[in-house]
């Protein structure tokens, strides 16, 4: 069993910067790709950022690249967000997830890969 604990989310005005975290427990968190995703009010949930098992492969959708950048701290079970210049269309629910693949050499961008996600973190970027 994998716990996943999302923290960090809040109100921010647009162009400002947040940084959510996730606490693993309950499996050994170095081995698995782990990855970000969202869910606005009405929508369906959609990738945000991945990172492969060592970090050595991570990646971020479109709509945030060059804005958000995912990271690990393995020795600490740790992954990370951060979110710089944020947007309204940025409010959204967050959720970290891990994958259920051993040491998987890149990331996921479905969420069919990951079996193990967190209860989420809501953002909310004010205009």
């Known amino acids: 069993q994998v716990q996943l604990v999302e923290s960090g989310g809040g109100l921010v005005q647009a162009g400002g910067s947040l940084s959510l975290s996730c606490a693993a427990s309950?499996?050994?968190?170095?081995?698995?790709?782990m990855g970000w995703f969202r869910q606005a009010p009405g929508k369906e949930r959609e990738f945000v950022a991945g990172i492969s098992w060592n970090g050595g492969n991570r990646g971020s959708a479109d709509s945030v690249k060059g804005r958000f950048t995912i990271s690990r701290v393995n020795a600490r079970n740790s992954l990370y967000l951060r979110m710089n210049s944020l947007k309204p269309e940025d409010t959204a629910v967050y959720y970290c997830a891990a994958d259920t693949r051993f040491r998987n050499s890149v990331y996921s961008i479905d969420q069919l890969d990951y079996g193990y996600w967190g209860q989420g973190t809501q953002v909310t970027v004010s205009s």
């Open positions: 309950g499996r050994t968190f170095s081995n698995y790709a």
